[in-house]
């Protein structure tokens, strides 16, 4: 196996190192975070750092890269205090990874794609039509982590919204059949499948599938 060590990977090009710790650490949520200025400028763009952060509230949170650069999410976020997470699905991820491109702030994402703005129940935000799972959420608080200078965005989920077929008895959403994908570094998407589903595992007992009987 090749190794690289920490002082191999700070000599190491810009690209080489961005794609090798973009990638190490497994795959990554492929998501459309959809904004709107208070002048009603909407603004889409791929996050690939969203995450679960407890269910007890409902909280999530991502990473903002530094703020040395205008960045329409986090001035919009911080200026209207919500936003919504959308699902890329298949057949969505070459708009995805558009909306990354650095359009002017006054230009909205929506506009030079064929990703296409849907408002739901009066929230202010927007989301994507096409995703089939999406959130409405309300910036709570934000950290700064001074190693890299980013910052982390923690926001409860107001609604979620599921396409029906997609939800289990027990409010398990199948990602598979949502054609959910999920991204490999900085600019791989990829489809995962569902292997299988295992109940809770306790101390000395079989592990057990949900599509298996139980005797
Ligand atoms: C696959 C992928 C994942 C990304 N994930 C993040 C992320 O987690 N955090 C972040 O700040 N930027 C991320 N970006 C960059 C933003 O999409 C990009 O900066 C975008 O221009 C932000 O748009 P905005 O200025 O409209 O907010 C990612 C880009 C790509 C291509």
Same mark, same amino acid.
């Given at each position: 196996?090749? /190794?690289?060590?920490?002082?191999?990977?700070?000599?190491?090009?810009?690209?080489?190192?961005?794609?090798?710790?973009?990638?190490?650490? !497994?795959?990554?949520?492929?998501?459309?975070?959809?904004?709107?200025?208070?002048?009603? =400028?909407?603004?889409?763009?791929?996050?690939?750092?969203?995450?679960?952060?407890?269910?007890?509230?409902?909280?999530? !949170?991502?990473?903002?890269?530094?703020?040395?650069?205008?960045?329409?999410? *986090?001035?919009?976020?911080?200026?209207?205090?919500?936003?919504?997470?959308?699902? =890329?699905?298949?057949? /969505?991820?070459?708009?995805?990874?558009?909306?990354?491109?650095?359009?002017?702030?006054?230009?909205?994402?929506?506009? &030079?794609?064929?990703?296409?703005?849907? *408002?739901?129940?009066?929230?202010?935000?927007?989301?994507?039509?096409?995703?089939? =799972?999406?959130?409405?959420?309300?910036?709570?608080?934000?950290?700064?982590?001074?190693?890299?200078?980013?910052?982390?965005?923690?926001?409860?989920?107001?609604?979620?919204?599921?396409?029906?077929?997609?939800?289990?008895?027990? !409010?398990?959403?199948?990602?598979? &059949?949502?054609?959910?994908?999920?991204?490999?570094?900085?600019?791989?998407?990829? &489809?995962?499948?569902?292997?299988?589903?295992?109940?809770?595992?306790?101390?000395? /007992?079989?592990?057990?599938?949900?599509?298996?009987?139980?005797?």
């Amino acid at each position: 196996m090749l /190794q690289f060590t920490k002082s191999s990977i700070s000599e190491m090009s810009k690209v080489f190192r961005l794609n090798l710790i973009n990638s190490c650490t !497994g795959y990554k949520s492929a998501n459309l975070i959809g904004t709107k200025s208070p002048g009603g =400028i909407s603004n889409v763009a791929v996050f690939s750092s969203v995450t679960h952060l407890g269910s007890n509230p409902p909280l999530l !949170g991502f990473v903002i890269r530094p703020t040395t650069v205008p960045r329409n999410t *986090y001035e919009n976020i911080k200026k209207t205090g919500v936003f919504t997470v959308n699902h =890329i699905n298949s057949s /969505q991820i070459k708009d995805a990874h558009h909306s990354s491109a650095k359009y002017a702030t006054d230009i909205s994402e929506f506009d &030079k794609t064929n990703l296409q703005e849907e *408002y739901l129940d009066g929230f202010f935000a927007p989301f994507v039509k096409n995703s089939n =799972i999406k959130m409405a959420c309300e910036f709570t608080n934000e950290y700064h982590i001074k190693e890299n200078d980013t910052l982390l965005f923690v926001a409860s989920i107001e609604s979620v919204y599921v396409a029906d077929e997609l939800i289990q008895e027990d !409010g398990w959403l199948n990602l598979d &059949k949502a054609n959910t994908v999920a991204i490999n570094g900085l600019d791989g998407y990829t &489809k995962p499948t569902l292997l299988d589903r295992f109940k809770y595992a306790r101390p000395d /007992q079989k592990i057990q599938s949900f599509f298996e009987n139980d005797t």
